[in-house]
């Protein structure tokens, strides 16, 4: 049974920074197409960034490059999300995704099977 458990969620103050973790169990994760998403009350979940088995390729929204860093630890099973310089507009639910396979569609919620319960972040102004 997959299981995806997020942390490091809270709330600062924008500028800060904050770290997210997603600690995974239940399959192969060094095989795993890894990825956070976003959602925001009354909206869609947001593709936010994902990384690729082997950790070489990376992929980043618009809307955080240069202030997010994705990467992952295959040796502890965990994902993780630094997030730099953070924005009020980076207020959300995070969720961690994961799968054995993908399209290509890095940021479509569709192409993840497996989700965690989300940890909440907070940026006030």
């Known amino acids: 049974q997959v299981q995806l458990v997020e942390s490091g969620g809270g709330s600062v103050q924008a500028g800060g920074s904050l770290r997210l973790s997603c600690a995974a169990s239940?399959?192969?994760?060094?095989?795993?197409?890894m990825a956070w998403f976003r959602q925001v009350s009354g909206k869609g979940r947001e593709g936010v960034a994902a990384i690729w088995p082997g950790g070489g390729l990376t992929y980043y929204a618009d809307s955080v490059k240069g202030r997010f860093t994705i990467s992952r630890d295959n040796a502890k099973n965990t994902l993780y999300l630094q997030m730099n310089s953070l924005k009020p507009e980076d207020t959300a639910m995070y969720y961690c995704?994961?799968?054995?396979?993908?399209?290509?569609?890095?940021?479509?919620?569709?192409?993840?099977?497996?989700w965690g319960q989300g940890t909440q972040v907070t940026v006030s102004s």
């Open positions: 239940g399959y192969t994760y060094s095989r795993g197409y």
């Open positions: 995704a994961a799968d054995t396979r993908n399209d290509g569609s890095w940021s479509r919620p569709s192409a993840y099977n497996y």
